[in-house]
Antibody, heavy 115, light 107 residues
Framework: EVQLVESGGGLVQPGRSLRLSCLAS????????MNWIRQAPGKGLEWVAS????????YYADTVKGRFTISRDNAKNTLYLQMTSLRSEDTALYYC????????WGQGVMVTVSS | DIQMTQSPASLSASPEEIVTITCQAS??????LAWYQQKPGKSPQLLIY???SLADGIPSRFSGSRSGTQYSLKISRLQIEDTGIYYC?????????FGGGTKLELK
């Protein structure tokens, strides 16, 4: 059974940093591209970042480019999102999702940016 | 960036009815279109990919189609469990973009 489990969220002050993790199981993690998608409270879905299976290709939404870094450790079956210079508008539920076409999603992890 | 304009924003329908949700792409995206269902308090679930292909385990009551740059999700024989928010997604060109969502309520 494919499982994606996010962790690392919480309450953080504006300007600070946070690292999210997504632990994958039930499939060969190193064969799949992965993504982070977020959903602000009561709002729709927003794609944040993508990384290819071997980390050769990485893409970011303009809203996070230069502040967020997506990475992965295929030996640990784990996807990461390093978030720096956090802003109140980054407050959201963050999901990891598998390529292609986001066919599996985690349960999400909440990030709240507030003083 | 490619804009995905989804309509309607909300709709209410009765069990056994047929409903259609549409997404208008701002430019050609070929068949790089997917549909997701998000039930209250849950993660989104893939329904349709590549415009018309049904994801694993999804009932055949769900179907997708395309006319030019307009994409449609049709739900036949509505069931109570179809309540939720539906989103389209284009994966043709980065940044990948979602439609604004359609909230479906069952009467």
């Amino acid at each position: 059974e494919v499982q994606l489990v996010e962790s690392g969220g919480g309450l953080v002050q504006p300007g600070r940093s946070l690292r999210l993790s997504c632990l994958a199981s039930g499939f060969t993690f190193s064969n799949y591209g992965m993504n982070w998608i977020r959903q602000a409270p009561g709002k729709g879905l927003e794609w944040v970042a993508s990384i290819s299976s071997s980390s050769s290709y990485i893409y970011y939404a303009d809203t996070v480019k230069g502040r967020f870094t997506i990475s992965r450790d295929n030996a640990k079956n784990t996807l990461y999102l390093q978030m720096t210079s956090l802003r109140s508008e980054d407050t959201a539920l963050y999901y990891c999702a598998r390529d292609p076409m986001f066919d599996y999603w985690g349960q999400g992890v909440m990030v709240t940016v507030s003083s | 960036d490619i804009q995905m304009t989804q309509s309607p924003a909300s709709l209410s329908a009765s069990p056994e009815e047929i409903v259609t949700i549409t997404c208008q792409a701002s430019q050609d995206i070929g068949n790089w279109l997917a549909w997701y269902q998000q039930k209250p308090g849950k993660s989104p679930q893939l329904l349709i990919y590549s415009t018309t292909s049904l994801a694993d385990g999804i009932p055949s009551r769900f179907s997708g189609s395309r006319s030019g740059t307009q994409y449609s999700l049709k739900i036949s024989r509505l069931q109570i469990e179809d309540t939720g928010i539906y989103y389209c997604l284009q994966r043709y060109s980065n940044p990948w973009t979602f439609g604004g969502g359609t909230k479906l309520e069952l009467k």
